[in-house]
């Protein structure tokens, strides 16, 4: 996620490095693009998620999971709009400095949604690690009532400490000498508990919280992926000695139909944790490299690059907000069953 504010908050034209203010400003406008069209789409498919897991009801934990996910991703995309909006031309010539909008409306509030579905989908893919591991006794651990409790404590955890930005960056009239005019924008202030407060949240939004997630979900998803490949020996080996009785055959169909419903439920999981693994990759990294090497950072020698990487990064956080809805309706029958009659489609419903 590209934070640049600074720069242009100060009233500074101009940034130096190896791109210039030119190449620098016609790379994020591509990227801006792209990640308008993404989040477009992944704004209509969150809210078909939301209405149909409303609709299956929340008998199921996993329900209740799943539909969170898809509210968290919802705002995560509705400010990534917003973002890729202020970046329009058609701000060019308005009194107001558009990356301070950017900043404290949709950058900050869009990283913390991005760090809770992060959460998120590491308590799901946990949910369902632990659902193989301890099959008798998941059911009664997380009720439905308990993972409502659990999403809460996420929600909790994460957004609330996000008000110390707008004590850091308010938003105000402001005179500019160097640009000779009059701009809404962010307001310089300084106090130090403000200062340290920041300084904090901004280590535990952006280093502590995604980097944790990351190791979460990475860990169940190779636990699941091994889970899977034994399961699948297991049904292989039991096909070539189960006897031909009909007593048999209906225990080991019985068994197989119980295993099969499990498989699909772990392959949606591990699906829905790729996508994050793939998507939070290059994010890390970026966070990473600003750490080891300050000249990339938003101040630094290389501030265009961290501008243009960012922004880059930015649009796989929104192909992971946006990505679910094509998971859940090739992989989960119940979805594509519901969705299917939401839009009026039941006769799709013999197909595939």
Known sequence: MSLSTNLTVSGATDTSG???????????MTIA???????VFGAAGNIVNIIVYIRL???????????????SDLVGVITAVCTEIFFLPIFDNVPIIPEAFVFTISSWPHVVFTRISA??????????????FLPLK?????????????????????FPPMIVVYFKYPIGILFLP??????????????????TSFMIFQVYASIVLPITAFLIVTLCTILLTITLKRSKKW??????????????????????AEDSKETKAIKMVVAIATVFIISAVPS??????????????????????????????????LLNCSANIVIYYRMSTKFRQAALELFNFKHLLHRG
């Open 33 to 39: 693009s792209i990640g308008l069209t993404v989040a």
């Open 235 to 256: 049904r292989d080996s039991n096909r070539t000695v189960v006897d031909k009785t009909d007593q048999q055959d209906k225990s080991f169909a019985t068994k197989s």
């Open 119 to 132: 959460f998120i989908t590491a308590f799901i893919s946990l949910e369902r690690y632990l659902c193989v």
């Open 57 to 71: 009801g929340f008998s199921e934990s996993t329900n209740v999971s799943l539909t969170a996910l898809a509210c």
């Open 138 to 158: 998941i059911k009664s651990i997380f009720t439905p009532k308990r993972t409502f409790i659990v999403i809460g404590s996420i929600f909790t955890a994460v």
């Open 284 to 317: 890390c990294i970026h966070i990473i490299i600003v750490m080891l090497f300050p000249e990339f950072d938003i101040n630094g020698r290389y501030a265009n690059i961290f501008n243009v990487t960012g922004h880059a990064f930015f649009v796989f956080d």
């Open 178 to 195: 160097g640009q000779n005019r009059t701009v809404l924008t962010i307001l310089p202030i300084n106090d130090e508990v403000i200062e």
């Open 18 to 28: 190896v791109l210039s203010v030119e190449m620098t400003r016609n790379l994020i």
